[in-house]
C-alpha cells in the first residue's frame, strides 16, 4: 500500500512538472528585438492649463534591449474652442520619434524618455519640438499592457529658440491607451 501511493505521489509530482516549466517561461514583457504597438486616446493643455484638446494616439516601437525601446508616433487632435469673438473647430496632428527606458521587469513597468518632432495643422504654429515623458506600462496578459503617459513638449522653430521654449513656450500631452509587444 505505501508503495502504492508513493508511486501515485510521484507520477503527480512528475506530471506537475511540465505545468510548472510552463509557467516559469511564459515572461511578461518584452524581449529584444520584439516590437510593439499602442494605440490611445490623448489630450494636451497649454503649460498654464487654460485650453486644451484631445484626439487619438499611435505608437510603434523596436525594443533595443529588454528595456530600451525606440519608434515612432502619430498624434491627431481636435480642439473646439468658444470664446467671446471666436467659435472655430481646429484640427492638428504631430509626428515624432521617440526613445524610452523602461525600468524594472515585472508587471508594472515605468519608464522615462524624450521625443522629438513636428506640429502641424489649424491653429497651431507649424514647429519643430522636444519633449520629455514619463509613463507606466501595467501587464495585464504577458504580452498586453495598458499605458499612461505624460508629455512635456516645447516648441521651436530653430536652434537658436530650443533652450528659451523650454520654460516659455511649451504644452502638457497626456495619453491613456492600451498596446501589445510581437
Same mark, same amino acid.
Given at each position: 500500500?505505501?508503495?502504492?501511493?508513493?508511486?501515485?505521489?510521484?507520477?503527480?509530482?512528475?506530471?506537475?512538472?511540465?505545468?510548472?516549466?510552463?509557467?516559469?517561461?511564459?515572461?511578461?514583457?518584452?524581449?529584444?528585438?520584439?516590437?510593439?504597438?499602442?494605440?490611445?486616446?490623448?489630450?494636451?493643455?497649454?503649460?498654464?492649463?487654460?485650453?486644451?484638446?484631445?484626439?487619438?494616439?499611435?505608437?510603434?516601437?523596436?525594443?533595443?534591449?529588454?528595456?530600451?525601446?525606440?519608434?515612432?508616433?502619430?498624434?491627431?487632435?481636435?480642439?473646439?474652442? /468658444?470664446?467671446?469673438?471666436? /467659435?472655430?473647430?481646429?484640427?492638428?496632428?504631430?509626428?515624432?520619434?521617440?526613445?524610452?527606458?523602461?525600468?524594472?521587469?515585472?508587471?508594472?513597468?515605468?519608464?522615462?524618455?524624450?521625443?522629438?518632432?513636428?506640429?502641424?495643422?489649424?491653429?497651431?504654429?507649424?514647429?519643430?519640438?522636444?519633449?520629455?515623458?514619463?509613463?507606466?506600462?501595467?501587464?495585464?496578459?504577458?504580452?498586453?499592457?495598458?499605458?499612461?503617459?505624460? /508629455?512635456?513638449?516645447?516648441?521651436?522653430?530653430?536652434?537658436? /529658440?530650443?533652450?528659451?521654449?523650454?520654460?516659455?513656450?511649451?504644452?502638457?500631452?497626456?495619453?491613456?491607451?492600451?498596446?501589445?509587444?510581437?
Amino acid at each position: 500500500m505505501i508503495k502504492l501511493n508513493t508511486a501515485a505521489i510521484t507520477l503527480c509530482l512528475l506530471g506537475a512538472l511540465p505545468m510548472s516549466v510552463a509557467a516559469q517561461s511564459s515572461s511578461v514583457g518584452p524581449n529584444q528585438g520584439d516590437r510593439e504597438f499602442s494605440l490611445s486616446g490623448t489630450g494636451s493643455s497649454d503649460r498654464n492649463l487654460d485650453s486644451g484638446s484631445f484626439g487619438v494616439s499611435g505608437d510603434l516601437g523596436w525594443y533595443l534591449s529588454d528595456n530600451l525601446v525606440a519608434g515612432a508616433r502619430q498624434s491627431i487632435n481636435y480642439a473646439s474652442i /468658444e470664446g467671446a469673438d471666436i /467659435e472655430d473647430d481646429y484640427w492638428n496632428g504631430s509626428t515624432r520619434g521617440y526613445l524610452n527606458y523602461q525600468f524594472l521587469d515585472n508587471r508594472a513597468r515605468p519608464f522615462v524618455g524624450g521625443s522629438l518632432g513636428g506640429i502641424y495643422g489649424d491653429g497651431v504654429k507649424d514647429s519643430a519640438f522636444a519633449g520629455l515623458e514619463t509613463g507606466l506600462k501595467y501587464y495585464v496578459r504577458p504580452k498586453t499592457y495598458f499605458i499612461g503617459r505624460v /508629455e512635456y513638449q516645447f516648441f521651436f522653430s530653430d536652434s537658436d /529658440e530650443a533652450s528659451d521654449a523650454f520654460q516659455d513656450d511649451g504644452a502638457w500631452a497626456y495619453t491613456v491607451g492600451l498596446g501589445y509587444n510581437f
